[in-house]
């Protein structure tokens, strides 16, 4: 698993190959950090119920795993 520095910097690398260096930094820049206090706040947006994370999670697993099966037959 890549530490958040080693994505970080591919990411950096990504934008800068794909947009440039000065597009790459008005992209970035046009991102806002955001308001408000999210330790207090994420119970508003964040499913509680554990049965429906778990439930969720295995359901995108299985669809990466149809996904990757399907890719893998086409090599």
């Known amino acids: 698993m890549k530490t ?3 994505i970080r910097r591919e990411g950096i ?3 800068s190959k794909a947009l440039g ?3 790459m930094a008005m992209f970035i820049s046009s991102f806002e950090h ?3 206090d999210y330790t207090k706040e994420r119970h508003q ?3 509680t119920d554990r049965e429906f ?3 969720s ?3 995108r697993q299985k ?3 149809e996904d990757d099966s399907s890719s893998s037959h086409n090599i």
């Open 63 to 65: 669809k990466r795993d």
């Open 34 to 36: 955001g308001s408000g």
């Open 53 to 55: 994370v778990l439930k």
């Open 57 to 59: 999670l295995l359901e």
């Open 45 to 47: 947006w964040l499913p």
């Open 13 to 15: 690398e990504a934008l």
């Open 21 to 23: 260096p000065i597009d």
């Open 4 to 6: 958040i520095s080693e």
